[in-house]
């Protein structure tokens, strides 16, 4: 099947200062990116779908100005959490959809595992 | 509201026999369903899936079923394999809705050699 990195996979950072994630489509174009959020023993909270050349759309009660999604091509997108808090501590997976319209298959990556001191 | 229940945390069999994971809905606009199999500190990985116009799909040990009128999808798994031990999420996605898949709370399977 398709790959999907992340990178980084692991990321302790002190509370106040900023995270970037990075998602790339390693052998596919993928113009849709989704961001999920997973709280220990939960399941995947979808954040935003992150559509390449246009602004991400968030979902309701995610704060946009925080968690910012850039796409700038077909195969990256980027997350950062912006003066993270250890409220933001989590774990963040995102996933490419691959050709197939609005029903193709998610390819999702490994994981960020974020921790905020 | 949560539009997608996984109503057991878990669920424990022997090797060898059949596991069923349940999944049930709320949403009628739902019109595709898929099977997520996680491992720990790992992203999900595709399992299996259906249209809303089917009421079977198999592939190899997995089957699905859907009951629309009952909102409630299962997966099997026979016979099962210690390796199937994972997180299964249910998902469910509706064309209007561009595809966006939302996610049951997921069941702990593990099989017992």
């Known amino acids: 099947g398709a790959v999907v990195s992340q990178h980084p996979s692991w990321v302790i950072c002190k509370s106040g200062t900023s995270v970037k994630i990075e998602c790339r489509s390693l052998?596919?174009?993928?113009?849709?990116m989704f961001w999920y959020r997973q709280f220990p023993k939960q399941s995947l909270m979808l954040m935003a779908t992150?559509?390449?050349?246009?602004?991400?759309?968030?979902e309701q009660g995610v704060e946009k100005d925080k968690f910012l999604i850039n796409h700038a091509s077909l195969t990256l997108s980027t997350l950062t959490v912006t003066s993270a808090h250890p409220e933001d501590s989590s774990f963040y997976i995102c996933?490419?959809?691959?050709?197939?319209?609005?029903?193709?298959?998610?390819?999702f990556g490994p994981g960020t595992r974020l921790t905020v001191l | 509201d949560q539009q997608v229940k996984q109503n057991s945390p878990s669920l424990s069999v022997q090797e060898g026999r059949i596991s069923i994971l349940n999944c049930d809905y709320t949403n009628s606009m739902f019109d595709y369903f898929l099977w997520y199999k996680k491992y720990p500190a790992e992203g999900p990985t595709f399992l299996i899936s259906i249209s809303s116009i089917k009421d079977k799909n198999e592939d190899g040990r997995f089957t699905v079923f859907l009951n629309k009128s009952a909102k409630h999808l299962s997966l099997h798994i026979v016979p099962s394999q210690p390796g199937d031990s994972a997180v299964y999420f249910c998902?469910?996605?509706?064309?209007?809705?561009?595809?966006?898949?939302?996610f049951g709370d997921g069941t702990t399977l593990t099989v017992k050699p």
């Open positions: 996933s490419a959809r691959g050709p197939g319209g609005p029903f193709g298959e998610q390819f």
């Open positions: 992150s559509n390449e050349g246009s602004k991400a759309t968030y």
């Open positions: 998902a469910a996605s509706a064309k209007a809705n561009a595809g966006k898949s939302t």
């Open positions: 052998d596919f174009q993928a113009t849709t």
